[in-house]
């Protein structure tokens, strides 16, 4: 069945460093990729989604790259700010299973002062 | 646009009592899933519905477990014999058919259930 790996429960770094949160997956087909973020007693919603034409989907500075070949889908931001301090969970999608989400366990991503 | 709302934001039972959590979707959204949420499993699928009609309730625990979908607004989560490893946030999401948003869930603030 499909699965979604994210090998960081916890990510802790200082504002302005780079950002790195790393997600693979196993899927029998082409899946779609998501990130969605859920901030502290709000609900998750969409960051960022993977194209069917290989563009790099970018959204409030982070972006992600879809990498067949390595089943990965790592999320990235050049510079951490305060306010990115959420939980983070990675997501893939078959395109036959119509909108049904399969995610990860979530990475929470401190950013401290 | 109110979102998916979700109804009671929170809710303690008793063991063994039964808890109903309630959903309503964004008008005009096709599609309503539930998921459970806790610190160890994080996002965990439960059940979805698609026009009404169930589609797919492989993550739902058979015993009891239990939605229902009986008209567009709204639809429910039932948990029979609530037990301590029930309490979680539960999550309901909604979302389109076609357009550019048909693959984005959009996700309701959840049910935190408690069962003491």
């Known amino acids: 069945g499909d699965s979604v790996t994210q090998t960081e429960g916890l990510v802790t770094l200082t504002e302005g460093l780079p950002v790195m949160l790393n997600c693979t997956y196993q899927?029998?087909?082409?899946?779609?990729l998501f990130w969605y973020v859920q901030h502290l007693n709000e609900a998750p919603k969409l960051l960022l989604k993977?194209?069917?034409?290989?563009k790099r989907p970018e959204h409030q500075g982070f972006h992600a790259t879809l990498h067949k070949s390595s089943s990965s889908f790592h999320l990235q931001k050049s510079s951490a700010q305060l306010s990115d301090s959420a939980l983070y969970y990675c997501a893939l999608s078959d395109p036959g299973s119509f909108n049904k989400l399969t995610f990860g366990a979530g990475t929470r991503l401190a950013v401290c002062p | 646009n109110a979102g998916v709302i979700q109804t009671p934001r929170h809710k303690v039972t008793g063991k063994g009592q039964e808890a109903t959590l309630w959903c309503e979707p964004i008008s005009g959204h096709s599609a309503v899933f539930w998921y459970r949420q806790t610190i160890v499993q994080g996002l965990e699928f439960l059940t979805y519905?698609?026009?009404?009609?169930?589609?797919?309730d492989s993550g739902m625990p058979k015993e009891r477990f239990s939605a229902q979908m009986p008209n567009q607004s709204h639809s429910t989560l039932k948990i029979q014999s609530t037990q301590p490893q029930d309490s979680a946030v539960y999550l309901c999401?909604?979302?389109?058919?076609?357009?550019?948003?048909?693959?984005?869930?959009?996700f309701g603030a959840g049910t935190r259930l408690s069962v003491l």
């Open positions: 993977s194209f069917t034409d290989n």
């Open positions: 999401a909604s979302s389109l058919d076609t357009g550019p948003s048909q693959n984005t869930l959009y």
């Open positions: 899927s029998t087909y082409s899946p779609f």
């Open positions: 519905f698609r026009n009404q009609a169930p589609i797919d």
